[in-house]
């Protein structure tokens, strides 16, 4: 369940390692999986088409034979008839599952309109609000907020980008190479202001923490991110700040300690973004930050979960815990 | 089968070099990878579909001519 990155990885893991059974992917996008570090980037910036994002050509995805559900979000899980319950209304039966539904953003209260970013339509619709001399407020100067603000001030907007920290990434890089980048942003024109609390978007901009009104033509918020884990709200697994699972990543429900591996076996593993806690991946509980320096967790969770559930399936119905 | 290296995809992790050290390096200065052989030999494909699988920019592909 989930047809981004690891979801991807997943099901070319299997089919590598030789599991030739039906395999299913699901995916609430429209989109067939693409690379979302460039969002924030080169087509924030109109530097590439969209279409160069794609993590496979259709030929490859072709090759796969995958069952591909695209515009489809999963609403429940039903653990005891194993099959996930989606928003058609259909639902999809399976032997094994793996959750790879990943992460939404968190957003600000308020009535005002703000944008977001984390799909591809999020990245298309700041892109086509941003031009010389437009006023953008930038809430989080994160990753994907000081590059949102960077590339927003190279197209020649007025940006104005708050941070609550006293200095912009601090407790990811260190208060040293942090002030160096606060330094750079001041340099290209950025208003950074650090130490600033942000209470909520309104029809003319941001309302900070002391009343005060930063005046904005748009606004992106930019402060972090939530597991999409509600539809297995209902489904009898542990779900804390994402899917709680054991050292190997199989997922944990019923009875405090209780495993998906023990009995019955239904075989559901977290994967990705989606955040799982506890197991030997815990790569995969830190979120993939939206940079393009470092190998994504996400996918190499997803490549570990998929060759497991791959020797469950050639082994027999054992346990995996 | 040709390989492919999108050049402004890369992101310099180097996990195609771990996986293909026969047909990728990385430049000195920036860690972008390079491409040694653009048509390896049939006995290294294995490798070389280990790092298409691997990179975390999906910036290689092999095709077929």
């Keep these: 369940m989930g047809a981004s990155a690891a979801g991807l990885a997943a099901v070319e893991t299997l089919r590598r390692e030789g599991y030739d059974g039906t395999l299913t992917m699901i995916g609430a996008e429209t989109h067939a999986p693409y690379d979302r570090p460039p969002l924030s980037k080169q087509i924030l910036a109109s530097e590439w088409e969209h279409d160069r994002l794609a993590l496979r050509s259709s030929g490859d995805l072709d090759a796969l034979d995958l069952d591909l559900r695209l515009g489809t979000a999963a609403t429940g899980l039903d653990l005891e008839g194993r099959a996930v319950v989606l928003a058609d209304g259909t639902r999809a039966a399976y032997d094994g599952l793996i959750v790879a539904t990943g992460v939404r953003p968190r957003r600000l209260p308020g009535e005002g309109d703000a944008h977001v970013l984390r799909t591809l339509d999020d990245a298309l619709a700041l892109r086509d609000r941003l031009a010389e001399g437009r006023r953008l407020v930038v809430v989080g100067a994160g990753f994907l907020g000081a590059e949102a603000a960077a590339v927003a001030r190279g197209l020649g907007a007025e940006v104005t980008l708050l941070e609550p920290a006293p200095v912009p990434l601090g407790h990811a890089v260190g208060n040293e190479v942090g002030r160096v980048l606060a330094a750079a942003h001041l340099e290209h024109g950025v208003d950074l202001r650090t130490g600033v609390g942000v209470a909520a978007v309104t029809e003319a901009g941001v309302r900070l923490a002391d009343g005060e009104l930063v005046e904005a033509d748009e606004v992106l918020v930019a402060i972090g991110s939530l597991p999409n884990t509600e539809w297995l709200a209902e489904s009898g697994l542990t779900v804390g700040d994402g899917v709680v699972c054991d050292e190997y990543c199989e997922a944990v429900w019923g009875p405090p300690g209780r495993r998906l591996g023990e009995s019955t076996r239904p075989g559901t593993s977290p994967a990705g973004s989606t955040r799982c806690s506890g197991c030997r991946c815990a790569s995969s509980t830190v979120r993939t930050p939206p940079s393009r320096v470092w190998p994504s967790p996400a996918t190499s969770s997803a490549r570990r979960r998929a060759s497991r559930s791959l020797r469950c399936h050639t082994s027999g119905p054992t346990s995996t815990t | ?65």
């Design chain 2, 1 to 65: 089968m040709r390989v492919e290296l999108d050049e402004p995809k890369c992101v310099a992790s180097g996990q195609c070099v771990m996986a293909s050290p026969e047909v990728f390096d990385q430049r000195d200065d920036d860690g972008v990878a390079v491409l040694l052989a653009e048509q390896p030999g049939d006995e290294l494909l294995d490798g070389v579909r280990e790092a298409v699988a691997i990179c975390p920019a999906a910036a290689i592909r092999l095709v077929d001519q």
